[in-house]
């Protein structure tokens, strides 16, 4: 039937637009000079222009009104709502406006159709009246959002293009997410997080996308679905989905304090589950059965779907990190440093290059910019002057805040602008009982596994809150929008649209309440162990001695994080930074003079310290457990006593240890911190 | 002729049209499968995606490759080439290698023309085989140049809509010009700057627009002009061409700390005069004679052409004005400060709203932009907290340095890949004689005119430096890129091109040794007044009394200027700061409520030392002058010794009113700047 329609349609176009021509002919032959007409285009694209001014102050005084309120409910310790929240509010408000409160346009700017080959060019040259006008794709529309498309100017305008969300706003998002990771407690967290993240990512999606089959089969049953909702679809459902996004946990954790083992474990996982469920979701687009059953598991198309995950995820990581590595070469190597403002800007342009590059070369940009600030907040941080590090973090938080309240506040404005919802109930209360389920799946048994290896085993209180907080955010959100061409896929956004809503506003104003039901210790700074000044005197004069005993080797189990560790320190960061070992004492001889060149001088002024350092770190001495001032868990609420069990090492190795792991840091706490610990823990820990 | 050639034309395009259709029936009919199609759909749209990326890397490439070459510049300190014109070099480099080293494209991307109603929309839908595809309007493409768009698509891709420049790249540059204003010295200086912006771009684009009319009349006598070219055409090259922007030569005069009534004559002027020169150019393009004859003059269209102007400029004068004072407003009743990054980002927000609300408005955003960040410097800016005043500072410092760097690489770049180049030489030639002239005209008259009223004169040698750093740089740039389509405005734009070029590299190198050739101090911050450990002594050695006896009265002709001041520092200040006199010992008895309510209760605490201050600065007692510790002019070049004539007060009031003016210019210098002033002035005037 295609087939015949592709027949016909030559002609019926040629019947449409001899009918457009004809109109033409009519409105020139009655008409009035060229001047006029080009004043009359002029003022039309002005038009657009000011609207496209109006929409865009639209969003602007949406962020504005957000910010205002955030500063209210900041000051007055409101923590109900986050701000994200508050910012959906406030585009739900103005969505309301914009749909009923607008007119409809004219219509003299209503589309016109023309025929063309078989294929859509990128561009198209019309040819009006004798002059030709250049035009480029925007995108494709279904048939039957024609009408849609041709109502509302006010609402094209609010709608952007998909891609602007992955191309412009979540990049410095996501980059701010791993330039501002805690490395120290992410790391010891590695192995958690990253089973949470790949492993668990996988069981959710896979979970999800077979309980919506379910929900789709039961649906065609009932007569609740009008067009085609394949397998893959509900596959792909479950790997937009899965990507959590706790950014409004995460706030309540900082703003609290809460416990920092947790917070690592909820914001390491929730920052490598979005690199994973993009490249998931782009792995499910890829996986196309070549038969014509596409119903019907097909191994060769399944493994090329694997093949494709691994292929993007691992280029991606690659990209960022050379990135993030070529940074740090050139600012180690130069002397940029004493022009913040060029340094500033380098640092910025190699970070956007990341994501430029990798988009250039198939990988993911979003991944690669995800590494890249891992990278660079572990290397190049340390070359950078100080005025750079504290500009260059204002600069990503500050592009991190806009984007991540736009794109909130545009999420609230899109369930009344966007034009193609389709709200299934069935499908809707499905999606929410799948992803708790999903959730559930994902969370309880990989903890149960994970607590088999671990000696600081992941308490229920813990993994209860982790279930809790797996809510829905800015990447569901840009994944379900980047592709709303089909039946299909217009539902799946609705409902992101809806259990985002719903997860922001319920888990978001449920987090304190939830912390102190379960018991989950707030009032430690994240940034470091239990606060000097309160719990450590506690440590000194409570029962902390024998479950320090227990904790002493937990670390012994992170074998891998001790290689990568070791290595990193002894190769890595020497020839990166102005940190670490010289890399004439760390490499082998016979390669002295590349290890001199790779040197920086101001490494030879600190050595002997540094090789101090050094031997608590390799852990050559195997005995020596490095447990980088460990302290931690279980105390009850906010305002019970706070009770924290403390590993001792010997003085020197602590402070020493201590000393390493907050460089990595940063600056700006160090003195503080050191100074705090060697206070702190006067207890020889082989006495 | 158009009209027949309209009438005729739906035929026309019916006959093209019905042969596209057949050849689409042709391949559709022996064809593949509807999936494969979508396939090669989506792999082109991936693939114009990959283009873009790697379009933008290119430009990112050339960014690094000049902050690297900068920092080397810098490093050595090699002051013949300034950033600008570096990144204006790499630009040509890439320029060429992309003009003929990238193969010119396949051809599947070939546009396509269809007919269309008599007017362009701004969207198209177009039917594709079923589908329907939407496009939005790019632009209008000459008829000749057809070829040229199909030609080369990686050509295309780096070439930006010219809107990018007014709506991206622009507003951050002028904002931060606006933003970093020294305030005093362009104050002190402000009835000289407005004539130059002013009165002197008006004449120079007068003396240009003609000269040029001349030139074009010579051409088409020769022959050598092939199109119209109206004289409307060459007053707006002269507006287009008339916006100056010395952005090299004041990054040498900062570099060297050249003498800083020059600075403030030179950055006023230039920084007003792009907004007037854009008002001006827009003024232009609205005058259109009513009758047939474009060449005659129309005093009817003259008159509104005025009117057009000053309307523009009031209202974008406005609208930043309000919205500064709006973001002062909120900043000081709110507690904001307490949230450096919520501020900030509100900051941010509200001074982009400016521009989008003037280009709402159908004002010009980029001139509102402007008088918004004078005003939020010299409002908001002191309800900040000391963390937002940096992160503002730095934020708009870095994105003006890559917008400015990113301009001038794509100006290297337009070179090449801009594909409607006409470079014409005699009016190339005539061109370069014709700002010459213009400037010349400008500065010279307009100096003798302003020395007859100013007390402290401009001097020869730097009405000479003035003439020579009348350069062209990004606005002009941007102006003239703003409208190719027909052939006078690319002929414009190509010479544009060349001036901007010439300029940049000629008389950026030249800055150097002009300076010392013209015997013009340099070694003085421009922040303050001379270099207390230096400078001061020679003063207190030297011959300054009786010179300071001549500069004595030099302010009391600014009585524009103290009117002003006295408003801003009793009414303005105190409603929208924290700083000034409170506003109930201000303003009538009868408005005390209002004036308790709006006065900040910081300014209670200082109120005492705030009378003091206020009474030298309104100047009620007429016989004070206040001259802000002044000192100035007339030293030689870098190597000789330093001589400077100065103007004493009293100690006490230099010392408040210093301290007052440098409040003004924010907080980080006010210490050092009021301690050196006591320790450097211990004479008294009326001694």
Redesign the interface.
């Known amino acids: 039937m295609?087939?015949s329609?592709?027949?016909r349609?030559?002609?019926l176009?040629?019947l449409?637009?001899?009918a457009?021509?004809?109109?033409?002919?009519e409105?020139?032959?009655g008409?009035s000079s060229?001047?006029m007409?080009e004043l009359?285009?002029e003022k039309?694209?002005?038009e657009?222009?000011?609207q496209d001014?109006?929409s865009?102050?639209t969003f602007?005084?949406l962020?504005?009104l957000t910010?205002?309120t955030?500063?209210l409910f900041?000051?007055r310790r409101v923590r109900f709502l986050h701000e994200t929240g508050l910012a959906m509010i406030y585009g739900l408000i103005v969505g309301v406006i914009l749909r009923y409160g607008t007119p409809s346009t004219s219509g003299h700017?209503?589309?016109?159709?023309?025929?063309?080959?078989?294929?859509?060019?990128?561009?198209?040259?019309?040819?009006?009246?004798?002059?030709?006008?250049?035009?480029?794709?925007?995108?494709?529309?279904?048939?039957g959002k024609?009408h849609n498309?041709e109502q509302n100017d006010m609402l094209?305008k609010v709608t952007f293009d998909p891609?602007v969300f992955f191309n412009i706003l979540l990049p410095p998002i996501i980059f701010h997410a791993g330039y501002s990771l805690k490395k120290r407690h992410f790391f010891r967290n590695l192995g958690s997080i990253l089973a949470y993240a790949f492993l668990g990512t996988a069981v959710s999606c896979f979970i999800i996308g077979n309980l919506m089959y379910g929900v789709v089969k039961l649906m065609k049953l009932v007569g609740q679905l009008s067009d085609k909702f394949y397998y893959t679809d509900c596959l792909l459902f479950g790997a937009i989905i899965s990507a959590t996004d706790p950014v409004t946990v995460l706030a309540i954790f900082n703003e609290l304090h809460a416990d920092v083992d947790l917070y690592a474990l909820l914001f390491g996982e929730s920052v490598l589950n979005d690199a994973v469920a993009i490249v998931l979701s782009s792995s499910i687009v890829a996986y196309q059965p070549t038969g014509e059953n596409t119903h019907a598991f097909d191994a060769a198309a399944f493994f090329k779907s694997v093949g494709v995950f691994l292929g993007i995820f691992s280029g991606s990581f690659m990209m960022g990190a050379v990135t993030g590595v070529v940074t740090a070469l050139?600012t180690k190597f130069?002397?940029?440093h004493?022009?913040p403002?060029?340094e500033?800007?380098?640092f910025?342009?190699?970070s956007?290059?990341t994501f430029?590059?990798a988009?250039?070369c198939?990988f993911t940009?979003v991944v690669a910019v995800l590494f890249c600030g891992i990278t660079q907040a572990h290397y190049t941080y340390n070359n950078l002057s100080v005025e750079s590090r504290s500009?260059t973090k204002?600069?990503f938080?500050?592009l991190h805040?806009?984007a991540e309240?736009f794109i909130f506040s545009y999420m609230g404005l899109a369930l009344f602008t966007f034009q193609k919802h389709i709200f299934s109930p069935v499908f809707i209360i499905g999606a929410f009982v799948a992803i708790f389920l999903g959730r559930a799946a994902h969370i309880y048994p990989l903890s149960f596994l994970l607590n088999l290896g671990r000696r600081h085993k992941i308490s229920w209180s813990f993994q209860h809150m982790m279930m809790f907080s797996g809510l829905r955010g800015a990447m569901a959100f840009a994944l379900a929008i980047r592709d709303t061409a089909t039946y299909s896929h217009q539902m799946m956004f609705s409902t992101t649209l809806l259990i985002v809503f719903f997860t922001v506003w319920i888990v978001g104003g449920g987090t304190t309440p939830m912390l102190s039901w379960l018991n989950i210790r707030v009032g430690v700074d994240p940034d470091q162990d239990p606060p000097p000044t309160n719990d450590s005197f506690q440590v000194l004069q409570g029962d902390g001695q024998d479950s320090a005993r227990r904790n002493r080797t937990k670390q012994e189990s992170a074998w891998l994080f001790r290689l990568w560790y070791s290595f990193d320190h002894n190769y890595l960061k020497p020839i990166l930074t102005h940190s670490g070992p010289p890399l004439t004492t760390t490499l082998p001889s016979w390669c002295g003079l590349i290890a001199h060149c790779l040197t920086s001088p101001q490494v030879y002024d600190n050595q002997e310290q540094l090789r101090e350092e050094d031997s608590d770190f390799i852990l050559n001495d195997g005995d020596l457990t490095v447990t980088y001032g460990d302290t931690t868990i279980t105390a009850n609420g906010s305002s019970g006593p706070h009770t924290a069990t403390t590993n001792l090492d010997s003085r020197r190795t602590k402070s020493s240890s201590e000393e390493a792991l907050e460089r990595d840091l940063g600056a700006a706490d160090h003195e503080v911190t050191s100074r705090g610990t060697r206070l702190v823990f006067p207890l020889e820990y082989n006495a």
């Open positions: 295609a087939e329609l592709r027949r349609l030559p002609l176009l040629l449409l637009l001899a457009g021509g004809l109109r033409a002919a409105r020139s032959g008409s060229s001047a007409e009359a285009t039309e694209a002005e657009s222009h000011r001014s109006v865009l102050l602007i005084l962020l504005t910010i205002l955030i500063w900041k000051h700017d209503k589309p016109f159709s023309c025929s063309q080959e078989d294929r859509p060019f990128t561009t198209l040259l019309v040819n009006v009246s004798g002059k030709f006008f250049e035009y480029t794709l925007k995108g494709e529309i279904s048939p024609i498309v094209r891609e050139v130069t002397k940029l004493c022009f403002l060029l500033t800007a380098l910025f342009l190699m956007w290059s430029l590059l988009e250039a198939g940009g500009r204002q600069l938080e500050v805040f806009l309240n």
